[in-house]
């Protein structure tokens, strides 16, 4: 039975992925990397540490309730995109195992970046994978990207992609976290924030600032310190940070559109996973393709996936 691994050691999880291509499944095992309460994430050498001590555990999950063939194809996550100079040494430890097992196995080695990986992931969840095929605009929206991005075939890479627009400051994610620490909640903190958000009894008036197709995001982070001097509740903190990044993909999107037209949009990222943004989107856009939250957060799915589009472009 065709059988693909994925391996993907971003800097907030360690996981691994087998795609089985003949049911159309996937397999999948992973781990947050641990952060002390009260910090914003990890520095790249402990991150690095953590990869290294939880990537062989993650293996013997995945592969102990997953009890079929060996892989004759792996793919690991290399680094974070798909342009000159992105590298992070965490993706080194997913590239590293993925080297070694296809040196003993004979399998077959792709490597792509943590952004494909993503997006992959998302229209597999989508069931549209029909797309890379197509023109598509896809959102990665993460702790350490906000990214609006035009999706075209390419054969080397599956995906070529060109931006459309980015934040210009801090990430949708960074300011997530940010404000959810600020709250006393655990890092990364979408999840916690996302259930006080729904609790909240007041609606904001937001105005997001965009700049073509692009945004800043720093006042947002100001704009929540201040309402907690203020002494404004958790719940309703909570909820304006979502909303606001909420309008802000809103805004951006209509950007894309309006620029190249109405082709398939597809969301995915952490960030994406939160259900307020999610209705918000859905509401502007009806046709958007999301993720479920096990293939929106970071993953290794996509990136099983890639190895086996590159192994059926290359027959």
């Known amino acids: 039975m065709p059988e693909f691994l994925g391996i993907d050691t ?30 914003l994430g990890l520095r790249q050498s402990d991150a690095v540490f953590h990869h290294t001590k939880q990537l062989p555990e993650i293996i013997e999950e995945l592969f102990s309730g997953h009890p079929t063939g060996q892989p004759k194809v792996v793919s690991a996550s290399s680094r974070p995109r798909n342009i000159e100079g992105s590298y992070m040494p965490c993706f080194l430890c997913g590239e590293g195992f993925a080297r070694s097992y296809a040196a003993v196995s004979g ?27 197509e023109k598509f605009i896809a959102f990665h ?3 350490g990207t906000t990214d609006c991005l035009l ?13 459309i627009g980015t934040s210009l400051d801090l990430k949708a994610g960074q300011a997530v976290d940010r404000t959810g620490v600020m709250l006393g909640l655990h890092f990364p903190c979408g999840a916690e924030l996302e259930k006080l958000a729904l609790k909240s009894d007041r609606h904001f008036k937001v105005k997001p600032v ?20 203020n002494g404004e509740s958790p719940e309703n903190i909570a909820a304006y940070c979502l909303d606001f990044i909420a309008e802000t993909i809103v805004g951006m999107t209509e950007y894309a559109v309006e620029e190249y037209g109405e082709i398939p949009l597809v969301f995915a990222g952490g960030v994406m996973s939160d259900a307020i943004i999610r209705d918000r989107i859905v509401s502007s856009f ?9 293939f929106s957060c970071d993953n290794a799915a996509g990136v099983a996936i890639y190895g086996y589009l590159k192994s059926i472009g290359e027959r």
């Open 10 to 39: 971003s800097n907030y999880t360690t996981s691994a992925a087998v795609y089985v291509s003949e049911e159309n499944m996937i397999y999948q095992s992973k781990r947050l990397l641990p952060v002390k309460d009260g910090e």
């Open 107 to 133: 399998a077959k080695l792709y490597t792509t970046s943590h952004q494909i990986g993503h997006i992959l992931a998302a229209l597999y969840s989508a069931d549209r994978l029909d797309l890379v095929k």
């Open 141 to 143: 929206v993460s702790g």
């Open 151 to 163: 999706c075209e075939p390419d054969y080397e890479n599956i995906l070529n992609i060109t931006e």
């Open 210 to 229: 965009l700049k073509k197709g692009s945004c800043c995001l720093s006042g947002l982070e100001n704009k929540c310190s201040e309402l907690s001097k």
């Open 286 to 294: 009806p046709p958007a393709e999301f993720a479920e939250p096990q």
